[in-house]
C-alpha cells in the first residue's frame, strides 16, 4: 500500500506525458488488470480454479453496453452492469461450488460456454457475431462530461481499478475473508471451528464476479463495441495465466502479470504472429522456477532483504 | 440433565458390530474418559456423536436438544468442539491466525466483510491469550505446519478450547508425544480445565493420562460398555482387568 499514491499519481500525470495510442494501451492494461485481480479474489484465495472467468465479465460489458444504447449516463450504466453480473454469479455460484477442484472447473467453463452460445446465436438481441456497436460514453444530465474523452476515460478507470483493489484489499483483509482463506487451506478444520465452507466459497465467487462484471463494463465503454469475443474461453485461459504469472493470492501480482501480457501482446505481435509462444515459455519457467509468481519473487527478496538488514541489529541485541 | 447424552449407539459396517448399544452421559464441567483395548470403538462412538459417520441406531442429545443432523460447524457454533486424531489444522498459516480465527468464529462480526483493525486487535489479543496457556506464544507467527509434533497437538486444544464450548471431544490429545511431553500436556490440561467450566470427552488409550485427569471413567471392548464410574472402581473393575490383560472370556 504504501507505493500506492506515487503509483497512482505516476498514472494519473500519464496522459499529460505520452502519446495518444500509449494511454489507450495504458487503459487496456488497467482493465485487464481488474480483471485478473478479480480473478485471483476466487483463485488465489479461495482456491478456485474458475475456467469460465470470461462470463462474468462479457456480461457486463453487453450490458453496458445495452445500457449506453439505451441512453444511460457511464457512470449509471457501469453500475447497472455490475449489478447484473453480480446477481447472475450468485446461482452459478451456487451451483458450480456444489463440485470443487477439476469439476468444478468444468461446471464454471460450461457456463462461460453457454454465455457465449446464447450471445452468439441470439441475433435478434445481441447482434450476433457482429456484436454491438453505435453506442458512445454519454455524458448525461448529471455533468460527467468529464469521463467521455479518450483521457477522461483514462482517469475514470484508473478511479474504479484503484477503488476496486482497494475494496478487495478490505475484503480479503476482514473477518470474512480470512475465514474464506482458512477454508482454502483446511476445510474440515474450518468447518470444526464453525465456519460454513460452501457459504464462504459462493461468496468468494460472487465478489469475484462482481468485480469482473465492473472490468468488462469498462471494456464496454472503453472500446465502444461488444462482440461474442470476449466471452471466447481463451480469455479466461489469458486472465488465469496473468494470475500465475503475476502470483496468485496478492491482488497485486496478478495486476502485474496482467499488464505484461498486455505488453507483451502489444509488443510482440508486431514481430511474430506467434507471441504466445512467448508468453507460454515465459509462464513454464515461472511456473517451475518462482510457484509463487513474479511477485513471489519480489516479495521473497524483500524478505531476504529485511532479514540482513535484522540480523546485525540482534546480534549486537544479544551481545549486550 | 447431563450436557451430552447418548443412548443405545450403535454401528454396524454390514454384519460387523463396532459399536452395540452403549449410552454415556457427560455432565456440565466434567471430564469423562473413553477407554478400551485396540479395536474396541472409542473412535467409532466418538465419531458417532461428532456426526462424522452415521450411526445406525441411537440417540445423541447435547445440551437438552438432538443434533442428530447438524454438522460440523453448527456442532461448533451449539458449543460442541473436538479434535482429531490426526492432527488437523491450517498447516501454511501462522500458529496466532490458526487460534484467531477459532476466537474470531466465536466472535459478534465473525463474517464482516470490511477490514476493521480494531476487530483483528481484539481477537489477535485474545488468541495470544489462549497461545500462552498453552506456552506457545514464542511461536506465535511460525507456521502451524513447522511445529513439532507435540506442539501441533497443543496448539489444536488451544483452538478448540478458544471456541469457548460447553463440550470439547478430544480424540487422543497425546497421541505420537513422548513420554515427557505426555506429562507436561497431562498437567497442561488439568490447569486450562480449572479455571474454565468445559466438560471435556477424552478418548486416549494412554491410561496414565486418563487416570491423571478424568473425573469418570467410561470403559469399551468390543464395542460394548463394560464399566462406567470413577477412576478407583475402574481400576478394580475386574471386568476392566480381563479386557485390558487379554484373559478369555469366562
Same mark, same amino acid.
Given at each position: 500500500m504504501k507505493y500506492a499514491v506515487p503509483v497512482v499519481a505516476m498514472l494519473a500525470a500519464a496522459p499529460f506525458a505520452l502519446q495518444s495510442y500509449q494511454v489507450t494501451l495504458l487503459t487496456e492494461i488497467l482493465i485487464f488488470a481488474l480483471f485478473a485481480m478479480s480473478l485471483d479474489v476466487q483463485m488465489g484465495y479461495a482456491r478456485m480454479f474458475s475456467f469460465g472467468h470470461v462470463l462474468p465479465y462479457g456480461v457486463g460489458a453487453y450490458a453496458c453496453a445495452f445500457a449506453l444504447q439505451a441512453g444511460w449516463p457511464l457512470p449509471f450504466a457501469i453500475a447497472g452492469a455490475v449489478l447484473v453480473a453480480t446477481l447472475l454469479s450468485i446461482p452459478i455460484g451456487w451451483l458450480s461450488t456444489r463440485a470443487s477442484g477439476v469439476a468444478f472447473a468444468m461446471l464454471t467453463l460450461a457456463f462461460a460456454q453457454l454465455g457465449y452460445a446464447i450471445v452468439f446465436k441470439w441475433n435478434t438481441f445481441t447482434g450476433g457475431s457482429d456484436g454491438l456497436t453505435g453506442f458512445a460514453r454519454n455524458a448525461g444530465p +448529471? $455533468? +460527467?462530461? $468529464? +469521463?467521455?474523452?479518450r483521457d477522461g476515460y483514462f482517469w475514470l478507470v484508473l478511479i474504479v481499478v484503484f477503488a476496486m483493489y482497494w475494496l478487495a484489499r478490505g475484503f480479503m483483509n476482514s473477518a470474512m475473508g480470512r475465514a474464506i482463506v482458512g477454508v482454502r487451506e483446511n476445510e474440515r478444520r474450518a468447518s470444526a471451528i464453525g465456519y460454513v465452507p460452501r457459504s464462504l466459497r459462493v461468496v468468494a465467487f460472487v465478489v469475484s464476479g462482481a468485480l469482473a462484471g465492473v472490468a468488462g463494463s469498462l471494456h464496454a465503454g472503453f472500446l465502444l463495441f461488444v462482440s461474442p469475443e470476449i466471452l471466447h474461453w481463451t480469455q479466461s485461459g489469458h486472465v488465469i495465466i496473468a494470475v500465475i504469472l503475476g502470483g496468485t493470492g496478492t491482488l497485486i501480482g496478478p495486476m502485474i502479470g496482467a499488464a505484461l501480457i498486455v505488453l507483451a501482446h502489444h509488443q510482440l505481435s508486431a514481430v511474430t504472429d506467434s507471441w504466445p509462444l512467448v508468453m507460454g515459455l515465459l509462464f513454464i519457467i515461472v511456473v517451475i522456477?518462482?510457484?509463487? $509468481?513474479l511477485w513471489g519473487i519480489k516479495a521473497s527478496l524483500a524478505a531476504r532483504i529485511s532479514l540482513r538488514r535484522a540480523r546485525p541489529a540482534g546480534e549486537k541485541h544479544a551481545a549486550s | 440433565m447431563p450436557l451430552l447424552e447418548c443412548s443405545g449407539l450403535t454401528k454396524r459396517w454390514g454384519a460387523v458390530t463396532? /459399536?452395540?448399544?452403549v449410552s454415556l452421559t457427560v455432565d456440565a464441567g466434567e471430564v469423562v474418559a473413553l477407554i478400551g483395548p485396540n479395536g474396541a470403538g472409542k473412535s467409532t462412538v466418538f465419531n458417532l456423536i461428532a456426526g462424522a459417520i452415521k450411526k445406525t441406531a441411537g440417540a445423541v442429545r447435547f445440551a437438552g436438544e #438432538? /443434533?442428530?443432523?447438524?454438522s460440523a460447524y453448527d456442532l461448533a457454533q451449539k458449543g460442541l468442539s473436538r479434535t482429531y486424531q490426526i492432527t488437523c489444522l491450517?498447516?501454511?498459516?501462522?500458529v496466532l491466525e490458526n487460534v484467531r480465527l477459532a476466537v474470531q468464529a466465536r #466472535?459478534?462480526?465473525?463474517?464482516?466483510?470490511m477490514a476493521s483493525k480494531a476487530f483483528v486487535d481484539k481477537t489477535q489479543a485474545a488468541a495470544m491469550e489462549w497461545l500462552a496457556r498453552v506456552r506457545l506464544a514464542d511461536c506465535a507467527n511460525r507456521t502451524a505446519g513447522q511445529l513439532s509434533h507435540g506442539d501441533q497437538r497443543l496448539l489444536e486444544i488451544a483452538t478448540a478450547l478458544a471456541l469457548q464450548p460447553k463440550l470439547v471431544l478430544l480424540d487422543e490429545p497425546t497421541q505420537g508425544m513422548s513420554v515427557e511431553e505426555t506429562r507436561a500436556t497431562v498437567r497442561l490440561l488439568k490447569s486450562l480445565l480449572e479455571d474454565a467450566p468445559i466438560a471435556v470427552l477424552l478418548v486416549e488409550h494412554d491410561l496414565e493420562v486418563v487416570f491423571g485427569v478424568a473425573d469418570r471413567i467410561v470403559v469399551l471392548d468390543q464395542g460394548r460398555k463394560i464399566a462406567d464410574g470413577n477412576p478407583e472402581a475402574v481400576r478394580n473393575d475386574p471386568a476392566v482387568q480381563r479386557a485390558y490383560l487379554g484373559v478369555a472370556h469366562a
Open positions: +448529471f $455533468g +460527467f462530461e $468529464g +469521463f467521455v474523452s522456477a518462482a510457484p509463487k $509468481g | 463396532t /459399536v452395540d448399544d #438432538s /443434533v442428530e443432523h447438524l491450517f498447516p501454511q498459516l501462522t #466472535s459478534p462480526g465473525r463474517l464482516r466483510p
